[in-house]
């Protein structure tokens, strides 16, 4: 893996304003939260821009009147509150008429770790999963996260993309061929265990695989960045292909990745054990770095390490 230089904010945000100065009908909206490449956007395009300060529900109402009347709306703020705040908000207005609505949930897992209870960001897949109408992706990289931005574009309908901070590993050395429609890639060649993660843990999965590999533990990888709708393809390729998949995320263990998958696995003709590890089904109301809440809930290297070589030896976890 090369670690790129690209915050993933940016790698998202670039792509929407430089689509938005082509496309007068793109337009975006925050919550009194501030983006490198909004700022120059809102400067060239005002028209294309509107904050609508601390007031989420407003936002989310905003924005389906826009899109009603033809624009290509992305709002954007801190994860919990342009979901969890305003669910009934999204429910009614954007998902019930099916509108061309992006949501960006900013800062997700405990990047904003802090900052408190308030502001983790563990909830917002389970909660958005149960509508019908909603594509969700979970980018890992800069590569899928700029991809994610112009397959949300491209979308009839309301889309969710969760999104981290920072500049973290490409997951693929050359990406020329991958347009990302899949809604899912093979970053380490399946095994029979096969690790599945999405977001800032598909990079952790793979260091972990590489780890366990030393230890003569050959186990795949799979990053799974569309999250709603996962797809047949991703059941024929690989879940028909493991004999056990682990799932890893930074989000609730309950209605997660890890929920989501073993749906899937329901469905096939052949048994596949399923095991989960995510955040732990409690409430986090703790304040620390977000290394110590991966250390408390078992998502750190070692943790991980250890739930999975108990697994391949017979153990289980959840």
Request: glycine share 8%; hydrophobic share 40%; net charge negative.
């Amino acid at each position: 893996m090369s670690t790129s230089h690209i915050d993933v904010r940016d790698a998202f945000f670039d792509t929407i304003c430089d689509i938005g100065m082509e496309d007068e009908n793109v337009f975006i909206m925050s919550d009194d939260m501030d983006a490198f490449s909004v700022r120059r956007f809102k400067a060239e395009r005002p028209r294309q821009f509107l904050d609508a300060d601390v007031a989420e529900q407003n936002m989310v109402n905003i924005s389906a009147g826009l899109a009603h009347s033809g624009k290509r709306v992305f709002m954007f703020g801190i994860a919990p509150f342009v979901t969890l705040r305003c669910f009934e908000q999204i429910k009614v207005n954007i998902c019930s008429m099916n509108l061309p609505v992006t949501i960006i949930g900013m800062g997700v897992g405990f990047s904003f770790s802090f900052d408190g209870p308030t502001h983790h960001g563990i909830h917002d897949l389970a909660v958005m999963r149960t509508l019908p109408e909603m594509t969700i992706y979970s980018p890992s990289d800069a590569s899928s996260t700029a991809a994610s931005a112009r397959i949300a574009y491209e979308s009839d309908g309301p889309v969710y993309v969760r999104l981290d901070k920072g500049g973290y590993p490409e997951l693929e050395e050359d990406v020329a061929g991958n347009d990302f429609k899949d809604g899912f890639r093979v970053v380490r060649p399946l095994q029979d265990v096969n690790l599945i993660a999405s977001g800032f843990m598909a990079p952790r999965a793979l260091e972990v695989a590489a780890q366990l590999a030393k230890q003569g533990v050959e186990i795949g990888v799979v990053d799974l960045y569309r999250v709603k709708p996962i797809g047949d393809l991703f059941s024929s390729n690989v879940l028909a292909n493991s004999e056990y998949v682990i799932t890893i995320e930074e989000s609730c263990v309950v209605g997660g990745v890890g929920t989501a998958v073993s749906e899937l696995t329901t469905e096939l003709d052949r048994h596949v054990r399923v095991t989960r590890i995510g955040a732990a089904d409690r409430q986090s109301i703790e304040y620390g770095s977000r290394e110590w809440f991966h250390e408390n809930n078992g998502l750190d290297d070692n943790s991980l390490i250890k739930s999975i070589t108990r697994v391949v030896s017979g153990g289980s976890e959840h």
